[in-house]
């Protein structure tokens, strides 16, 4: 049985690019470790800001609105958590529970936003609309954009300083060979870990986990008690990052490094691309940050309403 490489105790988790396994109680101390050293030297955060977390109610977000929960004295921050709704039936319900009963067990505010308030529909009803309409944009295109920009109106309404993200490395990752495969430029030249001030009405995004893979959350959530429910997007056969993730997981069986070789190759290619600090406008028709006269969320609107209309008079 492997054992701690630190005191000997039974092991919990094995990091190889340490050279050994980690009982939970020092594992969890190397994983918060981490967690705020990334803060510190990336200057995530600053004492008297206020932090909104954006929590889906997975894994992933549910670990990082812990660790802020357990070190907002420390850090010297006020924290807030935002969620949102897509509407998602069989799905998003179980995992917002999940962020309430943690939120309210952490002592966390929790804001909701959905987007049948926002936008007049939820993500099964756009989704069933844009198949009669030929799926011109997939479900993780509409949920993602709308999403990004719901999570950006919530921090902006509670005047948050950061906005934090629980993308990982494996995530980070995943985005960037995405972003490959469709020659993205401008998003492998502006995507890492922090971004700072561009729009008035753009909250400054920070990726407190950027350097933590993906089984490392897990286990650390499994140490913590930290349960999502085991319940899964029904859209995610749609998704190219779904399938970018498995061809991942499957070359890392051979290769423990080639992720963090993907993240290494992802910041060289930032840095000679120039850094990428995109210039953004305002959207004429909703008055948020866009980079072009109206945003990515508005045209999407505007193309799924007629789609509806269509739909719920047949």
């Known amino acids: 049985m492997p054992r701690c490489m ?32 990334t803060l510190e030297r990336l200057d995530m955060v600053r004492r008297g800001e206020r932090v ?73 009803e756009a989704v069933a609309a844009l198949m009669r309409g030929g799926l011109r944009y997939k479900p993780c295109t509409l949920c993602g954009v709308l999403r990004r920009y719901l999570l950006n109106a919530a ?14 490395m494996d995530d980070e990752a995943q985005a960037f060979l995405m972003n490959m495969v469709r020659a993205n430029l401008k998003a492998l030249s502006r995507e890492g870990p922090v971004s700072g001030k561009v729009h008035e009405k753009l909250v400054p995004r920070i990726k407190p986990l950027y350097f933590a893979p993906e089984r490392e959350v897990t286990a ?6 930290i349960e999502s429910p085991p319940v899964e997007c029904p859209y995610i056969a749609y998704s190219t990052r779904h ?14 490094s080639v992720k963090y070789r993907v993240l290494a190759l992802k910041e060289l290619l930032k840095e000679a ?12 028709v909703c008055g ?22 269509n739909l719920f008079n047949e």
Not at 18 to 35: I, K
Not at 220 to 225: F, K, N, S, T, V
Not at 275 to 283: L, P
């Open 6 to 37: 630190l005191c000997s105790s039974v092991a919990a988790v094995k990091v190889p690019y340490l050279g050994g396994h980690l009982c939970s109680t020092h594992f969890s101390q190397y994983f918060e470790r981490r967690f705020l050293e």
């Open 52 to 124: 909104a977390v954006a929590v889906s109610g997975g894994k992933d977000s549910l670990t990082l609105l812990y660790l802020f929960s357990r070190y907002r004295r420390a850090l010297g921050v006020e924290l807030v958590a935002v969620a949102v709704d897509e509407g998602i039936k069989g799905y998003r319900e179980y995992k917002l529970e999940a962020a309430k009963e943690y939120a309210e067990k952490w002592g966390v505010e929790l804001v909701i936003k959905s987007f049948k308030r926002a936008f007049g529909f939820t993500l099964d």
């Open 155 to 168: 921090a902006l309404e509670l005047e948050a300083d950061k906005l934090a993200t629980a993308h990982n």
């Open 220 to 225: 650390y959530a499994l140490i913590q008690g």
């Open 243 to 256: 399938i970018i993730r498995r061809w991942l997981n499957r070359v890392e069986l051979g290769d423990r």
């Open 273 to 284: 691309l120039g850094g990428g600090v995109e210039e953004f406008k305002t959207c004429k």
């Open 288 to 309: 948020m940050p866009s980079s072009g006269d109206v945003c990515k969320a508005c045209s999407l609107v505007a193309y799924v309403r007629p789609l509806l209309t």
